[in-house]
């Protein structure tokens, strides 16, 4: 999800990851190999926001560039009532396989 064509892209994007990841869980709990392929296949995305130079999650253009000028607490903009420092810190940084 390109940031600013889509408002919150980052957040976004770091939610839908670790809710892939909570799916793969409950179909892991149930034995349900289908689900289980479908969530894995998704529930990484959070690496495409995390940039490695910055060591911060950060919004990415649709040309799949960083955003310029990036400030880690700079409140909004790809993040949801929050900063690059709370969404890297996150929970979803934890998740694992």
Same mark, same amino acid.
């Given at each position: 999800? =390109?940031?600013?064509?889509?408002?919150?892209?980052?957040?976004? /994007?770091?939610?839908? $990851?670790?809710?892939?990841?909570?799916?793969?869980?409950?179909?892991?709990? %149930? &034995?349900?190999?289908?689900?289980?392929?479908? @969530? $894995?296949?998704?529930?990484?995305?959070?690496?495409? +926001?995390?940039? =490695?130079? /910055?060591? @911060?999650?950060? &919004?990415?253009?649709?040309?799949?560039?960083? %955003?310029?000028?990036?400030?880690?607490?700079?409140?909004?903009?790809? @993040?949801?009532?929050?900063?690059?420092?709370?969404? %890297?810190?996150? +929970? @979803?940084?934890?998740?694992?396989?």
């Amino acid at each position: 999800m =390109p940031y600013p064509n889509y408002r919150e892209s980052t957040a976004k /994007t770091l939610e839908y $990851a670790y809710d892939d990841w909570c799916g793969y869980q409950l179909a892991k709990m %149930t &034995g349900n190999k289908y689900y289980m392929d479908v @969530f $894995a296949r998704q529930m990484y995305n959070y690496k495409n +926001v995390y940039n =490695p130079a /910055t060591r @911060f999650m950060q &919004g990415k253009g649709a040309d799949g560039q960083w %955003t310029k000028d990036f400030d880690p607490i700079e409140w909004g903009g790809p @993040f949801t009532e929050g900063n690059s420092w709370h969404y %890297t810190r996150s +929970v @979803f940084r934890i998740h694992r396989v």
